[in-house]
């Protein structure tokens, strides 16, 4: 190979290896590129994510949506936003304030012990019962048992006092009321529903099931509240009748036994 040929030789190879290193500064280069897009897609889906989450941690929950709809009053109530619940003879000279949580277990033993008790003196015209519901126990258990099953209450007092009082029963009863410490069982319409089904006014009743699927006493139930909220009731069951409150031998836990309630109840209507 002549000295001539040599240098061409040289001089090709220079460039052949001049032009792989600008290929690989260009690849070099849209790689940079690729990369920083990518980051700032990274950082906009981040940010978006976080803007997203924000906007739906500020979004009002159900039942806090709840306050703002429509107030449907039950029928057989009174009162303002239909959160006065009186049943009973309108002879009846005096009136017994029932306070109760539909998730409470101590209410579900005063029921299943006393209840019956109750609503046979309200039948005999001995007093009227005022109820009215909280919801308290969603707030200290976590759930939404409480407000569920107490517009289900609402639902079943628009078709009769006689439905909402053997509706009340069957849920405290011990086949039907949840464990405090179990499942919110309440949260569930169908559980509701298939309550229900044990009550003859509210079997296969398509009035009271829609009610309770569609929420229609939800507002109802969270005035409910309120009302309960504002008579400044510390716990449940709470008795009352002319402002004074109806307690066991212990003089602070409502009686639970009928013997403790007839008690109780003798003293009441002489006062």
């Known amino acids: 190979m002549s000295k001539r040929n040599s240098q061409q030789a040289k001089t090709a190879a220079r460039e052949r290896l001049r ?16 990369i920083v897009v990518a980051s700032i897609v990274g950082v906009l889906a981040i940010a978006g994510g976080i803007s997203y ?13 709840a ?7 039950p029928a057989n109530s009174t009162g303002t936003n239909g959160t006065t619940v009186v049943i009973g003879k309108s002879t009846a000279k005096k009136t017994l304030v029932m306070y109760e949580d539909p998730r409470c277990p101590v209410c579900a033993q005063f029921e299943q012990t006393v209840g019956s008790t109750v609503d046979k003196d309200v039948a005999d015209g001995k007093f009227k019962i005022q109820y009215v519901g909280a919801t ?6 976590g759930g939404e048992g409480s407000k569920n099953g107490l517009s289900a209450l609402g639902a079943a007092l628009n078709v009769s006092t006689d439905a909402f009082l053997k509706y009340k029963t069957a849920m405290y009863s011990t086949k039907w009321h949840p464990e405090e410490s179990g499942p919110d069982k ?17 079997k296969d009743n398509k009035t009271f099931q829609d009610a309770v699927k569609n929420g229609t006493y939800d507002k109802w139930a969270l005035d ?4 309960f909220n504002k008579d400044g009731i510390s716990g449940t069951p709470t008795l009352k ?22 008690t109780a109840l003798a003293a009441a209507l002489k006062g």
Do not use: C, H
């Open 241 to 262: 009748m002319d402002g004074k409150t109806l307690t066991g031998p212990d003089g602070k836990s409502a009686p639970m036994t009928v013997a403790d309630f007839n």
């Open 19 to 34: 032009q792989e290193r600008e290929r690989q500064a260009k690849r070099d280069k849209m790689k940079r590129q690729l």
């Open 67 to 73: 306050k703002d709809d429509k107030l449907v009053k």
């Open 53 to 65: 989450a924000v906007v739906q941690g500020n979004k009002p929950s159900y039942w806090e949506a």
């Open 136 to 141: 308290f126990l969603d707030g200290n258990l």
């Open 224 to 227: 409910m509240s309120d009302k």
């Open 186 to 202: 309440f949260k569930d319409d169908s559980y509701l529903i298939k309550i229900a089904q044990t009550v003859p006014e509210l």
